[in-house]
């Protein structure tokens, strides 16, 4: 894989892509969660980089795609990540998104629904309005203070205990928050627009419909916020096929990455027939 750079009116993106792109395969376009990077992604890539087009980036604000500025929404990030795709001549995406990587998926679903082959959503849940409650949506426009004035030690050690459940899943999202060590004022900041951009994203009122083939993949140890009463009533209400990990936290692909990727493997296959 290779290092690139998008710019953007409002900061560059870096991303990795395969060297050499073959337009006859198809790429898997994989979206990290709030305040992670492509190194979340590490465990499929190194699966998956021989046998497909693959593709992670460091979504704007986060990590190398740093300084950015904050004044962008969910649906521009799918609008650059559909330029990214247009620049490198992909024609087969299957996005594979995790927590917040899954929202940036849907709003890609919803612009651009003919040219998806295929969606995995990792530990995200629906943008639809009506799964959230009222005081859910106050709540994630108010999220910036608390990140501020958050003992920077705890944040750090609640945020790797909270999200993983293995020695490997915790050291990798340690080793992500370290990104920001030293630099509370710039994560509460990442943090606190990330959840408010997504509550304004939800708020659209958008249908956010899954037209292609597609995945729900639940650790069941996930704390992070409803994310399993969410998957719950998404599987129920839509069909979409969901599987439930044993022993996984929100970061299911780094607590049980063998597992995840077989999902993903035959999930892929499937859509290739299809």
Not at 213 to 229: E, H, N, Q, T
Not at 232 to 261: C, F, M, Q, R
């Amino acid at each position: 894989m290779i290092e690139k750079i998008y710019t953007t009116s409002k900061g560059d993106i870096h991303y990795w892509i395969s060297n050499t792109i073959n337009k006859e395969k198809i790429t898997l376009i994989f979206l990290p969660g709030l305040t992670a990077d492509h190194r979340l992604f590490e465990k499929q890539i190194s699966y998956f980089e021989e046998r497909y087009n693959v593709f992670v980036w460091d979504a704007p604000g986060h990590a190398s795609s740093y300084p950015f500025s904050f004044d962008f929404s969910l649906m521009d990030k799918a609008k650059w990540l559909d330029e990214i795709i247009n620049n490198e001549k992909i024609t087969q995406p299957i996005i594979i998104g995790q927590s917040m990587g899954g929202y940036v998926g849907q709003a890609y679903a919803e612009l651009y629904p003919e040219k998806l082959r295929g969606f995995v959503s990792i530990d995200s849940a629906p943008l639809q309005r009506k799964y959230i409650t009222k005081f859910e949506l106050w709540l994630l426009k108010r999220m910036e203070p608390i990140y501020r004035h958050y003992p920077w030690k705890s944040l750090i050690k609640s945020a790797t205990n909270g999200v993983a459940m293995t020695k490997y899943g915790r050291q990798l999202m340690y080793e992500m928050m370290m990104t920001y060590d030293g630099q509370q004022d710039r994560y509460a900041l990442l943090s606190g627009y990330g959840y408010k951009m997504l509550a304004e994203a939800i708020e659209a009122d958008l249908p956010y419909e899954i037209k292609c083939p597609a995945l729900l993949i639940c650790g069941k140890k996930d704390k992070a916020g409803s994310c399993i009463r969410y998957n719950k009533v998404w599987h129920k209400n839509t069909g979409l096929p969901l599987v439930w990990i044993d022993d996984a936290g929100h970061n299911s692909n780094t607590d049980k990455p063998e597992y995840v990727n077989n999902l993903i493997e035959k999930f892929v296959e499937k859509c290739i027939l299809r």
